[in-house]
């Protein structure tokens, strides 16, 4: 089965530019994540989406990022503009449902490392 | 308030030894769920363990185990023998059903196992 798949692995830009990431999540999952992972700390949720819906964007800075999930499948975080504290790992990760029913663990992608410089 | 504590940043440890990464929450709820993930160099986070706030019967898997704890509101995971190849850094984490489960993650424990 394959995994959740993420792009691009790295991306260095300078501040104030724009940036977008994407994620292809498990076949069949209806949940997806979107976390920040900054160096040193545990991941941070920035959005939950149910299928296409979302069912939690409360850490989501809605001045700098968006994210979208088209058809319920894959989803594109974007940052614009973006600032220094903005470099980080993000990470996309999906499940059958919310991780609190069995079986619903979730599965996470290896991350996109953003640097802005 | 919702939190789950790693206290210990790092542990260094000799191959074969055993091994226990502390993870203590934070909650006012009695129905959540915690969970333990490993995080290679690669970067994905890999499911180890969840357990509901109703069972506290301990678990053993191969050279894993997790002691849950309600009455401390602790979820520590043992490595027995430890192996190189458990260098990583792991993470405790917590969740609601009432929240969507998001997972609520602690800071992370990384763990060298040196030859």
């Known amino acids: 089965e394959a995994g959740v798949a993420q792009s691009p692995r790295y991306k260095i830009i300078e501040k104030r530019q724009s940036v977008a990431f994407w994620c292809n999540p498990i076949s069949g999952h209806a949940t997806l994540y979107w976390y920040q992972q900054i160096l040193g700390q545990g991941p941070k949720l920035l959005i939950q989406f149910q299928n296409n819906g979302v069912v939690d964007d409360s850490q989501l800075p809605k001045d700098r990022f968006s994210a979208e999930r088209l058809k319920g499948v894959d989803s594109t975080l974007k940052i614009q503009p973006a600032k220094l504290e903005d470099s980080a790992v993000y990470l996309c990760?999906?499940?059958?449902?919310?991780?609190?029913?069995?079986?619903?663990?979730?599965?996470f992608g290896q991350g996109t490392r953003l640097t802005v410089v | 308030a919702q939190k789950v504590t790693q206290a210990q940043t790092e542990i260094s440890v000799v191959e074969k030894e055993d091994v226990t990464l502390d993870c203590v929450y934070e909650t006012r709820d009695t129905t959540y769920y915690l969970f333990w993930y490993k995080q290679p160099p690669s970067g994905e986070l890999v499911f180890l363990i969840r357990?509901?706030?109703?069972?506290?019967q301990n678990e053993i898997s191969g050279r894993y185990s997790w002691n849950f704890q309600k009455s401390t509101s602790s979820f520590n995971f043992t490595i027995t023998a430890s192996q190189v190849v458990d260098s990583a850094v792991y993470f405790c984490?917590?969740?609601?059903?009432?929240?969507?489960?998001?997972?609520?993650f602690g800071q992370g424990t990384e763990l060298s196992v040196k030859p």
């Open positions: 357990r509901n706030s109703f069972d506290e």
């Open positions: 990760a999906s499940s059958l449902g919310p991780t609190t029913g069995r079986g619903t663990e979730a599965f």
């Open positions: 984490a917590l969740s609601f059903y009432n929240q969507g489960g998001k997972l609520i």
